[in-house]
C-alpha cells in the first residue's frame, strides 16, 4: 500500500538533546512538509521542499533543520535549539499541483523530559 | 496573505442531529479549499476538497461542504451525526495562485457527540 510513515510513534528526549525524526513515503509526491502540532494551534508549517536537495523555511523553522537526499525520506531534527519541542509532529506530502491534496502521516509525539 | 478561520473551537452535538462545522476564508482570489478530519494520536485524513469544478463537494463518511464566494465560506456538514464522528476537524486553504502551494490551517474544531 502508499503511505507515508513515521517513526518513532512516541519520543522522549532530555533537554539539551538532539533528536530525528523520520518521514518515508512511497507515493511518488515530489513535495514534502513537516508540520508542528500544539492543542488549539492548529498545524503550524515548520520546513517543506519541493524537489531533491532543495528545502525551505516555513513559519517556525528556528530550533529544527532537515535534509531532501532522496525523494522518499525527508527526516527532521529537533536541536537543543528549540526551546519547547514537547508536540506532535506530522510529515505530509504532495504533488505540486495547485490543487493537489497533502496526505499524512501517522504523526511522532516527542516529549522532552 | 490568505488564512482560515474556524468558528468554535469545540461542537458538541447529539448522535442522530446534524453537524454543521463553520469555515470562512480572507482572500481576493478563491482558494483551493479542504476540509480534514483527525482522530486523536493519528495524522490527517482528508474528508473533501474544493477546487473550483463544484460548489457543492461530497466527501467522505457522508459528509459535504458548499462554496459559497460571496460569503467567503466553506462550511462542513453531516445530516446525521454518529459517535464516530467524534474526532477534530480542519479546514485549509491553498491559494491558486502558488505555483505549487503552500497550506494554511485553521484552528481546528473538536467534535464531541453524546448519546
Known amino acids: 500500500d502508499g503511505g507515508i510513515t513515521q517513526s518513532p510513534k512516541y519520543l522522549f528526549r532530555k533537554e539539551g538533546q538532539n533528536v530525528t525524526l523520520s518521514c518515508e513515503q512511497n507515493l511518488n509526491h515530489d513535495a514534502m512538509y513537516w508540520y508542528r502540532q500544539d492543542p488549539g494551534q492548529g498545524l503550524r508549517l515548520i520546513y517543506y521542499s519541493q524537489i531533491v536537495n532543495d528545502f525551505q523555511k516555513g513559519d517556525i523553522a528556528e530550533g529544527y533543520s532537515v535534509s531532501r537526499e532522496k525523494k522518499e525520506s525527508f527526516p527532521l531534527t529537533v536541536t537543543s535549539a528549540q526551546k519547547n519541542p514537547t508536540a506532535f509532529y506530522l510529515c505530509?506530502?504532495?504533488?505540486?499541483?495547485?490543487?493537489?491534496?497533502?496526505?499524512f502521516g501517522p504523526g511522532t509525539r516527542l516529549t522532552v523530559l | 496573505a490568505q488564512s482560515v478561520t474556524q468558528l468554535g473551537s469545540h461542537v458538541s452535538v447529539s448522535e442522530g442531529a446534524l453537524v454543521l462545522l463553520r469555515c470562512n476564508y480572507s482572500?481576493?482570489?478563491?482558494?483551493?479549499l479542504f476540509w480534514y478530519v483527525q482522530y486523536p494520536n493519528q495524522g490527517l485524513q482528508l474528508l473533501l476538497k474544493?477546487?473550483?469544478?463544484?460548489?457543492l463537494v461530497k466527501g467522505i463518511n457522508g459528509f459535504e461542504a458548499e462554496f459559497k464566494k460571496s460569503e467567503t465560506s466553506f462550511h462542513l456538514t453531516k445530516p446525521s451525526a454518529h459517535m464516530s464522528d467524534a474526532a477534530e476537524y480542519f479546514c485549509a486553504v491553498r491559494m491558486t495562485t502558488d505555483s505549487w502551494g503552500k497550506f494554511q490551517f485553521g484552528a481546528g474544531t473538536q467534535v464531541v457527540v453524546t448519546p
Open positions: 474544493y477546487t473550483s469544478a463544484a460548489t
Open positions: 482572500s481576493s482570489v478563491p482558494p483551493y
Open positions: 505530509a506530502s504532495s504533488m505540486t499541483g495547485r490543487g493537489d491534496t497533502q496526505y
